[in-house]
């Protein structure tokens, strides 16, 4: 079945470069995206990429793509206090309406 | 900027009584959605509602839950009689479109629900 799997958590140093790794199973997921939670809020989209790339990048965050690996990345770079948050992936099929997440990395940038 | 609204933000319930989870969309969406996350666990797809209709649910989505969109702006979830493993964050969430390849869902702040 369908499976998104995370690291639970991620501890940085402000200034250094977070990467929020992520892999999952499902070999028809079409569209990858990565949701940032700040407490007492809702999921807030980052940013996304199809499964026909490789790469995107956007200001401080560069998805990285390995389809044959199943694999995907966030990078944030010179991560910043306000970057403290849960980070979920996710993945969609083509042809469906849900999402399957992670857990969600919950990621805390040390001043 | 619009938002995904939702209420109560804490809802405590007794086990076996009904509950209704209440969600106001962004105004000029057409798809909702309905997600909950068990403490320590993933966020997991309950059902989305399209056209007046479920158009996709997860067989967590069973008898027990129905959804409704009762005038232009309200979107809830009902539970029927509530079980103590009800108890979850649920969010809500909207998007413009589905058909596209980006179709963003907008997520609430979730309700917590916890069942006694």
């Known amino acids: 079945g369908e499976d998104v799997e995370q690291s639970l958590f991620l501890s940085v140093r402000e200034g250094d470069s977070s990467v929020i790794n992520c892999t999952y199973t499902?070999?028809?997921?079409?569209?990858l995206y990565w949701y940032k939670q700040e407490p007492g809020a809702g999921l807030q989209l980052l940013t996304y990429?199809?499964?026909?790339?490789d790469m995107k990048q956007d200001q401080r965050l560069t998805v990285l793509l390995n389809k044959k690996d199943k694999h995907l990345s966030l990078r944030i770079a010179d991560t910043q206090t306000g970057d403290s948050a849960i980070y979920f992936c996710?993945?969609?099929?083509?042809?469906?309406?849900?999402?399957?997440f992670g857990t969600g990395t919950r990621l805390k940038v040390l001043a | 900027e619009p938002e995904v609204t939702q209420t109560p933000s804490h809802q405590v319930t007794q086990m076996g009584q009904e509950v209704i989870l209440r969600c106001v969309p962004i105004?000029?969406?057409?798809?909702f959605y309905w997600y909950r996350q068990i403490l320590g666990q993933k966020v997991e797809f309950l059902v989305s509602?399209?056209?007046?209709?479920?158009?996709?649910k997860s067989e967590i989505f069973d008898d027990q839950f129905s959804v409704e969109r009762p005038d232009g702006s309200n979107f809830t979830l009902k539970i029927r009689s509530t079980k103590l493993e009800d108890s979850a964050m649920y969010f809500c969430?909207?998007?413009?479109?589905?058909?596209?390849?980006?179709?963003?869902?907008?997520f609430g702040p979730g309700t917590r629900l916890t069942v006694l």
């Open positions: 969430a909207s998007s413009a479109l589905a058909g596209d390849p980006y179709n963003e869902q907008f």
């Open positions: 499902d070999s028809s997921s079409t569209y």
């Open positions: 990429i199809f499964s026909n790339m």
């Open positions: 996710a993945e969609r099929a083509s042809g469906t309406y849900k999402y399957i």
């Open positions: 105004s000029n969406h057409l798809y």
């Open positions: 509602f399209y056209n007046n209709e479920i158009s996709e």
